[in-house]
């Protein structure tokens, strides 16, 4: 599936690819090559240059995702309908939600023989929760007692071990929490918990160019802004092994670009059809297009470090958002391939609620009155951030085009030339006004899009919002005596980010997308990924 996924920002109007042009090249194995220069009985992808080397816990993007899903697995992923599906865990139980104890699958081995053992995972879980390593998913971790020692706000980690985390044997080990979380064996679905073997401490920079993981398919090769190659791994014992022999991750500048090699049989599958080639996929397809509902969410995110929506009023942002006309918009501009949204939260998710408020629905004139009410935008203009090969540049001109007419404000899209360009000015607070926030699931609860995206704390909280009442609310949650009780307790976090405005949430996404007459049994997972280990050729 995003099998298990990371925290993914999403780079496209869907989840659209990145950089440079449309590539092939010597797979170096002297194998049979098609004429796009791709090893026979391989398949291909547009997917983008990863924003960061190969780390697990370094990749929240959902280019270097589908890289890392290829090639580490987690103790557990999920099925097409978010369910759990344990892959290298035995099992992963508790009593309290508090103590976890994981028995792993015996026989597992990382890409250069090493066995996977419980100690594989405490080491890597431990490396990638310390401050000094500068991992972005660390916050994933503070679940975990003894983050605070390996993590602390300010100054140099007191231990390099979290005291949580216990050995029992070789394929046994505890994860004790600070407090109960009863959702936590769902996190662990997420590709950041893959463990590491013992080369990866000799030389983590080099690691993460030639990455040695656990998962279906071993590394071949990263040109970068041209392709990532994998080779499937005939000794992967998960559920999920490879019925290809290996992958093509291709690099284009535009997915104009890609759609048009799967057209002429240069690529195999593209992820997302951009605007231009919307109103006739299905037909250049056929049974080849894909038009499918997914977890994910398309927002407009302030930057409250900025001038522009430092200290802002929540009636400005509620004005905003009120300004924009969805319904217009996604039946127009994106062809009916999008819903409005209702919430932070899509569909697909535990918990997802249609929100009583009218914030999120069209009304010019109510929008000018919170604007004005709020003491307006500062210059009465503002900036939207977006990556110029991601499909976006004709919705954000139509959002700013609703905003302007319905409220004078000045709207002007911020084009970067690639995802990782657009990332790293989030990551190093660059933003100069809302940036486009594509957020797809890592776990199938509401908690993923609200605790990940709006916790004072949170690694991809890169808005900088922060308010001390959700952070209350959020570990209230947290704290909840089952699921089900948490689930209801974060429902009610995203009754009060409503007031609050953290993001304005635009439309849920669907995968329209599609593969060409050279591969069968292409399938999409629930976060919108294609099932890349069961995709065959012919």
């Not at 190969?54 to 993007?61: F, K, R, V």
């Not at 929506?309 to 509620?318: A, G, N, Y």
């Not at 607070?429 to 890592?442: H, I, N, P, S």
């Not at 919108?528 to 995709?535: A, F, K, P, Q, W």
Request: glycine fraction near 8%.
């Amino acid at each position: 599936m995003r099998g298990a996924k990371s925290a993914k920002w999403v780079a496209g109007a869907a989840v659209i690819a990145l950089a440079a042009t449309a590539c092939g090249g010597d797979s170096g194995d002297g194998d049979k090559k098609n004429t796009s220069g791709q090893p026979a009985g391989y398949v291909s992808i547009d997917v983008g240059e990863p924003q960061k080397p190969l780390i697990p816990a370094d990749t929240n993007e959902s280019n270097g995702s589908y890289v890392i899903q290829s090639l580490f697995t987690q103790l557990l992923d999920f099925d097409d309908k978010g369910e759990i599906v344990l892959t290298n865990a035995e099992s992963v139980e508790t009593e309290d939600s508090k103590t976890w104890t994981v028995k792993l699958k015996k026989g597992w081995k990382f890409h250069n023989g090493e066995d996977v053992t419980a100690q594989s995972y405490i080491d890597a879980w431990n490396w990638y929760a310390n401050v000094k390593n500068n991992q972005q998913n660390a916050f994933w971790f503070s679940d975990i007692k003894g983050y605070a020692d390996v993590h602390p706000e300010k100054g140099d980690p007191k231990a390099d071990k979290m005291s949580g985390l216990t050995a029992v044997d070789d394929t046994t080990f505890t994860i004790e929490l600070t407090d109960k979380v009863p959702y936590f064996n769902y996190k662990l679905g997420y590709a950041t918990f893959a463990p590491l073997p013992k080369v990866f401490y000799d030389d983590p920079k080099a690691f993460g160019q030639k990455p040695i993981g656990n998962g279906p398919y071993t590394f071949e090769k990263w040109t970068h802004k041209k392709l990532v190659q994998v080779k499937a791994w005939d000794e992967y014992q998960g559920p999920n092994k490879a019925a290809n022999k290996g992958i093509q991750f291709k690099n284009y500048s535009t997915v104009e670009a890609a759609y048009s090699d799967v057209l002429s049989g240069n690529l195999d599958m593209i992820k997302q059809v951009g605007p231009r080639d919307l109103p006739k996929y299905k037909a250049d397809l056929g049974d080849g297009a894909i038009d499918q509902p997914y977890a994910a969410i398309q927002s407009l995110n302030p930057a409250f470090y900025s001038d522009t929506f430092k200290d802002i009023d929540p009636r400005v942002l509620q004005g905003l958002s009120m300004a924009i006309d969805r319904e217009t918009i996604t039946k127009t501009v994106l062809n009916g391939t999008r819903t409005p949204a209702t919430s932070f939260t899509p569909p697909q998710v535990k918990g997802n609620q249609t929100l009583d408020s009218d914030v999120l629905k069209y009304n010019p004139a109510k929008a000018k009155e919170l604007i004005e009410a709020g003491g307006g935008v500062p210059g009465n203009k503002f900036f939207i951030q977006y990556n110029a090969d991601g499909g976006h540049k004709e919705w954000v001109t139509a959002v700013c085009e609703s905003i302007r007419n319905a409220t004078g404000v000045d709207c002007v899209g911020d084009v970067k030339p690639d995802f990782p360009t657009d990332l790293e000015a989030r990551d190093n607070d660059q933003v100069k006004g809302m940036y486009r926030g594509g957020w797809v699931a890592d776990y199938p609860v509401n908690v993923n899009f609200l605790k990940e995206l709006y916790h004072s704390k949170a690694e991809s909280n890169n808005g900088r919002f922060s308010n001390k009442k959700i952070d209350e609310l959020m570990a209230k949650g947290d704290k909840a005596n089952s699921l089900e009780e948490s689930v209801a307790a974060y429902q009610e976090v995203e009754k009060e980010l409503v007031k609050l405005m953290p993001a304005i949430p635009l439309w849920f996404y669907s995968i329209n997308g599609g593969h060409g007459k050279n591969v069968d049994n292409v399938k999409i997972d629930f976060h919108g990924d294609y099932e890349l280990t069961g995709v065959t050729t012919k």
